[in-house]
C-alpha cells in the first residue's frame, strides 16, 4: 500500500534539518525587483568581482537602469525576446535585468554555439536584438540576413577590465579578436549605453512574478532541442529555496560564479540566487581547472559550484597542493552523475585542505529551472542525490503513468513546485507531454529520468532514460557501469553506450580515460576488464574497452555519450 503522504506531504527538510522551513513566503515581484530590493538594503556591499574588479549593488542597479533606457530607446517592447549570447562578464548581467525591468524575455545561448545553432535559437526565439561579444561578430553576421534581428550589440571584455588588466589583455587575447568593419552595421557597446540619454520616457514595465521572463535549451525528453520558458518565480523561488537550504549562508558570502550564464546552473544558481539574495559572485568568463582552482583560493570562495568532471581534474592539479579550503561553506555537484568513487575522493581531497564539509550533489532539470533536489549538509545516504527544495514534490511512477510507486521501486522521476517551466516555446504537444496536472491538483514534469525514493523521502537517481541500453531483455544502466569502472585505481573517468547489435539488440561499450601515466595496452584493458568480470552482472558485461586520450565534452562540461555513440555508428556503416 503506498502512504498518501508521498503525494500530499510536502519535502521533508523540516524533520531531517530541524532549521530548514518546509514551506515559503515567495516573491511575488519580478527578478529585477528582487535584486532592487537587496541593493536598497546593501547598497554598498559588493554584487560581484570581475576579474579583480568590484561592483557594489548600487552601482549594479544603475548599469541596469542605463542599460534598460538603451534597450528602450532601440525600440525593446513588453514580451520582445532579447538573445544574449555572452560568457560571465558584466555587460552580460546588466543586459539579464535590464531586459527583465523592460518587459523583455531574455534568450540565453551559448556564445560558442555555431552558425547555424545561433540562426535556429534566433529564429525559434523570434529575437529582433542580439547581443554578443566583439569576438563573435562574425558568425552573427554571417546568418543574420535569415532572421528577425533588427539590432546587434557589440561588446567587449576590455571594456569592463581595471587599466592594468585591459593593456594586458590587450596584448594577449585582444590581439587574436578579428576586427570588425568600422560600418559594420552593429552597435557598439559604449555607444549603446549612451543611447539612454534619448529615453525620455518610462521605461519600466509592470511584469507579474508568473509572466515568462527568460528562455533556456535543453534537449528535454525527446533530444530535439527546445526553448524552455521560465518565469519570474521560477528564478525568485530557485533562489529562495537554495538559501533555505543552505542555512548557513550569510549575506556577502562569496560564490564562484565560473558555470556559464547560458545554462539553468550558472544562471539560476551561481547568480541569480547570489544577487537576489545579497551574496557576491566571482565572474569567472572563461576558465579551465587550473584558473578555476586559482579563483577559489585567491577570493577565499564560500560557495562553489560544477559538474563531476571538473572536481575530477581538481584532484589531479598541483596548484591545489597545500590550498587552504577552510573557507567553504557549500561545494555542490550537478550537471551530470557524481560516482561514489568520485565523492569519495572528493571528501577527502576536502578534508586534506582544511574544508569541514563535503561534496554535496543536486538534481534537477532545465524544465524546473535547474536543480530542485539536494543533499543536506549534515545527512548523506550513499548514492542519493538527496531531499527535494522546500514546496517542492518528487514522486515516482510508472513511466509515462501517473502510477505511483511503494518506496524502493524504481521508475520515472516526476518533479511538481514553484519553479516548473511555464512550457515548451512553440511546442504545445511536448508542452503537454511533459506537464501534466493530476487530481492532486499539481503539475508534474515528466522527466523521463528512473530513480527510486525511500521511506524518508530521499531521492536516489538510477539514469536517464534514454540513456538506457536494452541487451538481450535486460535494462542496463550506463550511470551505475560507470560508477564501477571509475572505481578502479587505473581509471580516471568511463563513459559507457550502447551499441546496436543483431542479436543482443544492444550490446555494452566502455570508454575509459587512463589515470596519467598508466600505459592503454592490452594488459591494462585486461586488467579492468577481469574487475569489471567481478563487479558487474554477465548481461551488463562490456564487450570492449577503448581507451581515450580525453573524453569529448558537451559545452556545460558533462561527457558527450552521444558522440561517443555517433562515433561507433559512423565506423559500423
Request: charge should be negative; charged fraction near 30%.
Given at each position: 500500500m503506498v502512504m498518501d503522504k508521498r503525494i500530499t506531504a510536502k519535502t521533508p527538510w523540516k524533520d531531517n534539518m530541524g532549521d530548514v522551513p518546509m514551506n515559503l513566503d515567495y516573491f511575488e515581484g519580478t527578478m529585477f525587483e528582487a535584486v532592487a530590493e537587496i541593493a536598497e538594503k546593501y547598497p554598498n556591499n559588493v554584487a560581484f568581482d570581475f576579474m579583480g574588479k568590484p561592483t557594489t549593488y548600487k552601482k549594479l542597479i544603475e548599469q541596469i537602469q542605463v542599460c534598460a533606457k538603451a534597450l528602450k530607446t532601440i525600440g525593446i517592447r513588453e514580451g520582445d525576446k532579447v538573445t544574449i549570447a555572452m560568457p560571465n562578464c558584466p555587460q552580460s548581467i546588466y543586459l539579464f535585468y535590464a531586459v527583465n525591468l523592460v518587459g523583455g524575455i531574455a534568450n540565453m545561448i551559448h556564445p560558442l554555439s555555431a552558425e547555424k545553432e545561433i540562426e535556429f535559437y534566433l529564429n525559434e526565439s523570434e529575437s529582433v536584438t542580439a547581443i554578443t561579444l566583439d569576438q563573435f561578430y562574425h558568425k552573427f553576421e554571417h546568418i543574420r540576413h535569415n532572421t528577425k534581428v533588427v539590432n546587434i550589440v557589440i561588446a567587449s571584455i576590455k571594456d569592463e577590465l581595471a587599466q592594468p588588466i585591459k593593456a594586458g589583455y590587450m596584448m594577449t587575447e585582444g590581439l587574436k579578436i578579428e576586427k570588425i568593419p568600422d560600418d559594420a552595421p552593429v552597435i557598439r557597446w559604449n555607444e549603446f549605453m549612451k543611447l539612454s540619454r534619448c529615453c525620455f520616457y518610462n521605461y519600466k514595465i509592470e511584469r507579474k512574478a508568473d509572466d515568462p521572463a527568460v528562455i533556456l535549451y535543453s534537449g528535454g525528453t525527446t533530444g530535439t532541442t527546445k526553448g524552455i520558458v521560465l518565469t519570474n518565480k521560477n528564478f525568485n523561488a530557485l533562489g529562495q529555496q537554495v538559501i533555505a537550504a543552505n542555512p548557513m549562508f550569510r549575506v556577502g558570502d562569496k560564490m564562484l560564479a565560473a558555470m556559464p550564464i547560458f545554462h539553468g546552473f550558472g544562471l539560476g544558481v551561481c547568480i541569480h540566487t547570489m544577487l537576489s539574495q545579497g551574496g557576491r559572485c566571482i565572474l569567472v568568463p572563461r576558465f579551465t581547472p587550473k584558473s578555476y582552482a586559482k579563483d577559489l583560493i585567491k577570493n577565499r570562495c564560500n560557495f562553489i559550484a560544477g559538474v563531476p568532471t571538473l572536481y575530477e581534474a581538481l584532484l589531479r592539479l598541483p596548484t591545489m597542493d597545500g590550498a587552504d579550503l577552510s573557507c567553504l561553506k557549500g561545494v555542490f555537484s550537478g550537471g551530470d552523475s557524481l560516482s561514489i568513487e568520485l565523492k569519495k575522493k572528493f571528501d577527502k581531497f576536502l578534508y586534506d585542505h582544511k574544508a569541514t564539509i563535503q561534496v554535496r550533489e543536486g538534481y534537477g532539470t532545465t524544465e524546473t529551472v535547474t536543480a530542485c533536489c539536494l543533499t543536506p549538509s549534515h545527512m548523506y545516504k550513499e548514492g542519493s542525490i538527496g531531499l527535494p527544495f522546500p514546496d517542492t514534490y518528487i514522486k515516482i511512477v510508472e513511466p509515462d503513468t501517473d502510477k505511483e510507486l511503494p518506496y524502493g521501486e524504481e521508475g520515472e522521476i516526476l518533479l511538481a513546485g514553484p519553479t516548473v517551466m511555464k512550457e515548451y516555446m512553440n511546442h504545445k504537444g511536448e508542452t503537454a507531454q511533459t506537464l501534466r496536472t493530476h487530481k492532486d491538483g499539481l503539475t508534474w514534469v515528466y522527466t523521463g529520468d528512473l530513480g527510486t525514493m525511500d521511506e524518508q523521502g530521499f531521492v536516489y537517481f538510477k539514469g536517464r532514460a534514454k540513456r538506457m541500453i536494452i541487451s538481450s531483455g535486460y535494462n542496463v544502466y550506463p550511470a551505475q557501469l560507470e560508477n564501477i569502472i571509475d572505481s578502479h585505481q587505473l581509471v580516471q573517468m568511463s563513459c559507457v553506450i550502447g551499441v546496436p547489435d543483431s542479436y543482443k539488440m544492444q550490446k555494452v561499450k566502455a570508454?575509459?580515460?587512463?589515470?596519467?601515466?598508466?600505459?592503454?595496452?592490452?594488459?591494462?584493458?585486461?586488467?579492468?576488464?577481469?574487475?569489471?568480470?567481478?563487479?558487474?552482472?554477465?548481461?551488463?558485461?562490456?564487450?570492449?574497452?577503448?581507451?581515450?586520450?580525453?573524453?569529448p565534452k558537451t559545452l556545460v562540461g558533462k561527457v558527450a555519450y552521444r558522440v561517443l555513440e555517433e562515433e561507433e555508428l559512423s565506423k559500423m556503416n
Open positions: 570508454f575509459v580515460k587512463l589515470v596519467p601515466g598508466v600505459e592503454p595496452n592490452e594488459e591494462t584493458k585486461q586488467i579492468i576488464m577481469d574487475y569489471c568480470k567481478k563487479h558487474i552482472a554477465k548481461y551488463a558485461m562490456p564487450y570492449d574497452i577503448t581507451f581515450k586520450e580525453d573524453m
